[in-house]
């Protein structure tokens, strides 16, 4: 299938959400009602950055679908590596980090939002946003950065053809099952003292210890107990 390329949508996500049907990419230069996860918004000024939305089916399984955010970190992980030689981290669940000369930290450089469209056959609609040439200025938060600020030039239509690419080989690993390490390997959660906080609920604090087979973050608890998180908003503490 050909992937879409519009000037200006509201959202890639919610276009596809529209007309779901597998297979299917769209990709806009500007998002006038970007989304990100946990109800935020995503902005970005025109041209500055990719946002990409692609739709595939999903396992019947909903056991698996947990998944899913991991396999496409990775998918940015390779593309990101392969056009730049940006250090590169996957943040769990959802985000793909970058250190660079000017900044001596990890910091969000792509995001990733995933919309499951129930019914017989459900579909995923897979939404990237990946930082390309936004200026400090630019970006809404201190812990972003983009590409260009990483010292890396790569065409945003490069970028584009090099994550449809990924993403179908690197859901065909998943299908698989040949995932999980590559992603353990390349994820930065693991290892750290981390909050995790779901909304409204509690914040959970422990050291992330793995990732399990359902895709969840395993907290290792003061009290002891191994605990695994399915979804949340993490900070890494240390
Ligand atoms: C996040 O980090 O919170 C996820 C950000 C996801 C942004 C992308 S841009 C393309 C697609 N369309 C949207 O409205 N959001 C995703």
């Not at 692609?54 to 390779?78: E, I, T, Y």
């Not at 579909?123 to 983009?146: C, D, F, H, K, W």
Request: aromatic fraction near 4%.
């Amino acid at each position: 299938a050909g992937i879409d390329v519009r000037d200006e949508v509201g959202s890639t996500n919610e276009e596809l959400m529209r007309d779901a049907r597998p297979f299917t990419a769209l990709t806009a230069d500007f998002q006038s009602a970007g989304r990100g996860r946990l109800d935020r918004v995503w902005q970005a000024p025109p041209g500055s950055s990719v946002a990409l939305s692609v739709s595939m089916p999903l396992p019947s399984d909903p056991a698996r679908w947990g998944w899913v955010p991991l396999l496409v970190g990775v998918a940015l992980r390779r593309s990101l590596r392969r056009l730049t030689d940006v250090e590169l981290g996957l943040k769990w669940p959802n985000d793909v980090l970058a250190r660079a000369t000017l900044h001596d930290e990890w910091r969000k450089v792509a995001g990733i939002l995933c919309n499951v469209v129930g019914g017989t056959e459900p579909l995923v609609i897979i939404g990237m946003g990946i930082n390309v040439y936004q200026s400090r200025e630019e970006l809404p938060l201190p812990e972003a950065t983009s590409l260009s600020l990483c010292g890396a030039v790569v065409s945003r239509e490069e970028l584009i053809a090099t994550v449809l690419e990924e993403l179908s080989s690197t859901s065909a690993a998943w299908v698989d099952g040949s995932l999980d390490h590559t992603y353990r390997a390349s994820c930065v959660t693991i290892g750290q003292q981390v909050q995790i906080s779901l909304g409204d609920g509690p914040v959970e604090i422990g050291r992330a210890v793995a990732v399990d087979e359902m895709g969840r973050i395993v907290l290792q608890e003061a009290g002891g107990g191994q605990v695994p998180h399915a979804a949340g908003d993490v900070v890494h503490v240390r």
